[in-house]
């Protein structure tokens, strides 16, 4: 094939090379502009409630694993300086040191323990304690490629949500005999939380897997067609503008599938749900 290339051939894909790599810096300025707000050199801040432990627990994990890095390099780069071949000087055999193996293998062996124990109470905690009794539910259902929101309108509580009823005309399965569901009020790829208020969310997928991840709230939730997750919340510390990302590849626009995040305060958040018209009264409750 390298016979056949002519200069003009090469010249074209060096051209479509640089088309695409400009293309490539587009998008990618593009994604910059978007409202992500904090770092991405490091940990983006952490505005839930849960993020300090999961935080807490990475830093934990940075630490011991440096030390532990630093510490082997450093006995490697020792041991090949001082046993390097040198005329004259014999190789020496070892077939180790049993007491030496015992220690260094217990060590680790009780430190992953302690941090799986740490880490599971940390799930725990996260994932299996009933949410408070004043939580503002919100339903999230994934499609591709957008996030369908739902809140529950003045009388507080969101229409019932059944997976096997999820389908193209009602997006978040919604149980029409539920007359809790009549109030609600939808948007698309729009999400406002209260700060200090803790969201319980029902998350579910019209399609295929998507993901809720939201960096700042350090939460990752897959969400499998066919199920309704109704254990995720969280309680966001601070307000501020995030993405709400799928972190799932769920297709082509896989890269697109964004949602505006905004965490308000409190009257902030009730003066928004009452901009929103609800719906008029329909079976399908979109
Ligand atoms: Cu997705």
């Not at 940075?62 to 014999?90: D, E, S």
């Not at 350090?218 to 993405?243: C, H, I, S």
């Not at 082509?252 to 018209?277: C, D, I, N, R």
Request: contains cysteine; aromatic residues 14%; charged residues 15%.
């Amino acid at each position: 094939m390298k016979l056949l290339e002519t200069p003009s051939m090469t010249r074209t894909s060096s051209l479509r090379g640089l088309a695409f790599l400009s293309a490539f810096a587009l998008t990618l300025a593009n994604a910059q502009a978007e409202i992500r707000e904090t770092s991405v050199w490091w940990l983006p801040r952490n505005v839930n409630m849960f993020g300090h432990d999961v935080d807490f627990l990475f830093y934990i994990i940075l630490f011991l694993t440096g030390v532990a890095f630093i510490g082997v390099f450093f006995a490697m780069i020792l041991f090949l300086i001082k046993y390097r071949y040198r005329p004259g000087v014999a190789a020496i055999h070892t077939h180790g040191n049993n007491a030496l193996e015992v220690v260094w293998t217990t060590i680790p062996a009780f430190i992953f323990l302690a941090l799986a124990i740490y880490g599971n109470e940390q799930w725990s905690k996260m994932r299996r304690q009933t949410p408070p009794a004043n939580a503002l539910p919100v339903a999230v259902v994934g499609e591709q490629f957008g996030w369908n929101v739902r809140y529950p309108g003045p009388d507080g509580k969101l229409g019932k949500m059944v997976a096997a009823k999820i389908s193209k005309e009602n997006p978040f399965g919604i149980d029409v005999a539920d007359p809790a569901g009549l109030d609600d009020f939808t948007t698309y790829n729009e999400l406002v939380f209260p700060v200090g208020r803790p969201v319980r969310l029902y998350l579910g997928s019209k399609d295929v897997i998507h993901a809720f991840y939201v960096p700042e709230f350090r939460l990752y939730q897959d969400m499998v067609p066919g199920r309704v997750y109704d254990f995720v919340w969280l309680k966001a510390e601070a307000t501020g503008n995030f993405q709400l990302a799928c972190n799932q590849l769920c297709g082509q626009g896989h890269y697109k599938m964004f949602g505006k995040l905004s965490v308000v305060p409190e009257l902030a958040y009730e003066a928004w749900a009452k901009s929103k018209t609800p719906p008029p009264v329909t079976m399908t409750g979109r």
